[in-house]
């Protein structure tokens, strides 16, 4: 039962932080690809790298496995699960497609999955410094 109300909390705060953050970059840059959907995407995926390796350095620094993982599901699984959004990444890609801008689309759809994959490595690779 406290995974859930982690993991909610977490999600809640991320889906906070997606919100203000997607609205502030689309307020800036309107129209053409959406770029607050790949920033939060991106910054989500590298901070997911890091707290996937920083839990292993807090077991390896002694502390209790339980209070880690939790630490774990709040921060990556809640926070970054809340704060990232394939899904609409996935409908912004087809509503591109839609409306003709088939470069814009590919672009968005294959530039999402490699820079995240990218950030997502990256961010393994900086928390690996703290472990």
């Known amino acids: 039962m406290i995974e859930l109300l982690v993991v909610a909390v977490g999600g809640g705060v991320g889906a906070a932080a997606r919100f203000m953050v ?37 077991v390896q620094r002694g502390v209790p496995g339980e209070l880690a993982h939790l630490l774990h599901i709040a921060l990556a699984v809640g926070l970054c699960g809340g704060f990232t959004t394939f899904s609409t990444a996935t409908v912004e890609s087809v509503r591109l497609a839609q409306s003709g801008r088939l470069r814009l689309a590919l672009a968005n759809a294959l530039g999402t999955l490699a820079v995240t994959v990218l950030a997502a490595g990256l961010g393994t690779a900086v928390g690996a410094l703290f472990s």
Not at 35 to 52: E, H, K, R, Y
């Open 22 to 58: 997607d609205g502030e970059i689309r307020s800036r840059h309107n129209g053409g690809f959406p770029w607050g959907t790949f920033v939060v995407n991106v910054v989500g995926s590298f901070l997911i790298g890091v707290f996937s390796m920083l839990f292993f350095a807090l």
